[in-house]
């Protein structure tokens, strides 16, 4: 499978891992978008938020569980982070297995662009 994120989880391609079981990994994202910025993506390829079924509910809540938790870790939590997931090429996913982003660590604006 020709995919970055599937290279991680193979160990083929080196991550800053934060968290990792049997089901998700936590790693700093490679081009931060605030101080602190990390993805958390399934270990099992799913390549858009499209392709989601009703037997991925669990992995899905396993990804924001975990955002939660490395958040905490480092740091961000009680001050305040956002979690993002695109999808496709209007939402502006350019990784095409599913992640889910935590920006933390400044304030966020809304509207994003
Ligand atoms: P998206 O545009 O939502 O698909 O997000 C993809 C994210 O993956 C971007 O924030 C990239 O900076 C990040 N990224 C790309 N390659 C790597 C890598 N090798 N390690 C960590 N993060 C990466
Ligand atoms: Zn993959």
Known sequence: MDCLFCKIVNGDIPAHVLF??????????IMPQAPSHFLVIPRRHISTLNDLTDADANVVGKLQITAAK????KGIADSGYR???????AGGQTVYHIHMHVLGG????????
């Open 20 to 29: 990792e079981d049997g089901d998700v990994i936590a790693f700093e994202d």
């Open 70 to 73: 490395v958040a905490k870790q």
């Open 83 to 89: 979690v993002v997931m695109n999808c496709n090429e």
């Open 106 to 113: 400044r304030a966020m604006t809304w509207p994003p662009g």
